[in-house]
């Protein structure tokens, strides 16, 4: 099934499974608050629209689909959001990209693989980082708050509080009130900056690609002609 994809990538995959897994594991044992618990729901209703995306993405690419779907049913279960004793599925899945991993020859393999693909490092470094500063400010949020009369009082308000201060948009919504709030807060802008700046490079560096691409042919073309 991940034979298609680069180590990096299943490494990326074996991640989400662990953070999953560990967010299903806090919410059924530690968390009391419903409002925590369903910011937790809805991060895994991201997670498993991205473990979706991944089952479909390999079940094209599958040489034999019946093969494939051997062991790929269990990842297509399990993705599938709000059935609790199905996520459990994801056990599985970080199991088989652990030995996909270990399949790799060495580690000096793995780390040629990360230098040799800078692009998709940093994109994927980029993720991370934002789907973790994101996820985990929208359920400390609730906690911090909560002996405040502030505004995040609820699920819906602690994700869209993330949201828009990963934006910088801080005149659209209610702020943090506790002091951990407003260091959360202005984390979140910076992390928000880095996004921004991600972008920005991407565009420039999309731009720059076109440019190269449009010359190099008209300089093919007149040195034909000069021929």
């Not at 479909?56 to 034999?64: G, Q, R, V």
Request: proline share 2%; aromatic share 16%.
């Amino acid at each position: 099934m991940q034979g298609q994809s680069s180590p990096l990538y299943n490494l990326v995959l074996l991640f989400l499974s662990i953070y999953v897994l560990s967010i299903l594991t806090i919410e059924a044992f530690f968390i009391t608050d419903p409002e925590v618990k369903k910011v937790l729901q809805y991060i895994d209703f991201g997670v498993c629209i991205i473990f979706l995306f991944d089952f479909f993405k390999s079940f094209y690419a599958a040489e034999s689909k019946s093969k494939f779907l051997k062991w790929g049913w269990i990842d297509l279960i399990s993705s599938i959001p709000a059935v609790d004793p199905l996520r459990w599925g994801r056990v599985t899945k970080a199991v088989r990209l652990i030995r996909y991993l270990r399949a790799v020859k060495s580690i000096k393999i793995l780390l040629n693989s990360i230098h040799a693909n800078k692009y998709e490092t940093f994109t994927l470094c980029i993720f991370l980082i934002v789907f973790v500063s994101f996820t985990l400010s929208s359920a400390f949020i609730l906690e911090f708050e909560r002996e405040f009369e502030s505004d995040i009082n609820n699920a819906e308000s602690a994700l869209w509080w993330a949201f828009l201060n990963i934006l910088n948009a801080k005149t659209a919504i209610g702020q943090a009130v506790s002091s951990e709030g407003v260091i959360m807060t202005t984390f979140l802008n910076k992390i928000g900056v880095l996004l921004f700046a991600y972008m920005n490079s991407m565009f420039i560096a999309w731009l720059v690609f076109q440019k190269r691409t449009e010359v190099a042919p008209a300089n093919y073309v007149k040195n034909t002609s000069d021929e």
